[in-house]
């Protein structure tokens, strides 16, 4: 790990950024100048103005994402700024491209403020066909998202929330053929972890049909009545846990059918996974070191085992996710990317893998596979059809 920081920061240096704009268009005659600036260029403002629909036929707006944070959680890092923020933002930029051939830039903005972050958002969303929030800390995050899918017409994803849990959930359907369960025969799944990551997870596995679903934060079993409770989690605590059970992480996870780990390093022990049920399945996600790992988890009895790292099988990594999602979502223009969006992007990173490949350390297409973004963009945009957010 040492060595590969070392290395990052030597390329850093050589880099000097990961990303820069390239015209699309060549500027060598005053002809070529006259067609692509002045005077040919008023046309198509003039267009826009008659109908700003067209902002995304004339510009590039129709394929470009802007990739936004506060600085606030950035990776496991925490409140670093903004600036600091902005190697994660310029990487984030380079994934949408290079895997799902999205154009992104990447903003940082110098707030911490909800409604200053939620109006300097808005007031340039004109600008871009989407907006992926990164690295914005709970509960502020939470937030910020729902004002902005209020009030904007394009499509807001807070990456951390939704791409977390649309890759868990396909890992989980293919986890799920393999222990022979279906995801309402999981009797109790337990979450560690009741920030962004976790909130959105425990949404999307219900959509999926998951029923008993019990939040853990670092005081153990969310409890509606704890007037601790921000205003977002009180809410998951509502909506979970339909037992009312009580007490620590190391007492619930007794009997779980499946662990979802997005909080804190070396908090599960190999007793814990005995303590769960039978043919249990552990995805431990704080990265770079699991809540349990991996080997531990498999050694204590868990069946299926992921985790965020690529040194294990069963890496839960987002860029399954995004670049596909977005894709899709800009190929019908949709308004929104919403829960039927997301779940069909789970079951879409599901089906590349096929049943003969399917295996305890093979259940998610690799990172690299050129199959995925294709694939969720199809089954994204199709569902925005359905759904009834596609514009084109």
Known sequence: MKDIRELAL??????????????????NSSEALSLAYTPGVAQPCLEIEKDINKSYDLTRRHNLVGVITDGSAVLGLGDIGPEAGMPVMEGKCVLFKELGGVDAFPICIKSNDVDELVRTIYLISGSFGGINLEDIAAPRCFEIERKLKEICDIPIFHDDQHGTAVILGGALINALKLVGKKTED???????GAGAAGAAIAY???????????????????????????????????????????????EVIKGADLFIGVSAPNIVTKDMVKSMGEKAIVFALSNPI?????????EAGAVIV???????????????????IFKGAFRVRASDINDEMKLAAS?????????????????????????????????VAKAARDSGVARI
Request: proline share 7%.
């Open 290 to 298: 699991p809540e349990i790992m991996p080997d531990d988890a498999k």
């Open 186 to 192: 999981i009797a109790k799944c337990v979450i560690s």
């Open 347 to 379: 079951y879409a990173i599901a089906s590349l893998v096929s049943d003969e490949e399917l295996n305890e350390d093979y259940i998610l297409p690799l990172a690299f596979d050129p199959r995925v973004a294709d694939t969720v963009a199809e089954a």
């Open 306 to 324: 992921g985790s965020g790292r690529s040194d294990f099988p069963n890496q839960v990594n987002n860029v399954l996710a995004f670049p596909g």
């Open 10 to 27: 030597q390329k850093h240096y050589e880099w000097k950024g990961k990303i820069e704009v390239i015209s699309r268009v060549s500027v």
């Open 204 to 250: 999307h596995l219900m959509k999926m049909g998951v029923k008993n679903i019990i939040v853990c934060n670092r005081r153990g079993a969310l409890d509606r009545d704890d007037e601790r409770l921000d205003p977002y989690r009180r809410e998951l605590a509502e909506k979970t846990n339909p037992g009312l059970e009580k007490g620590p992480l190391s």
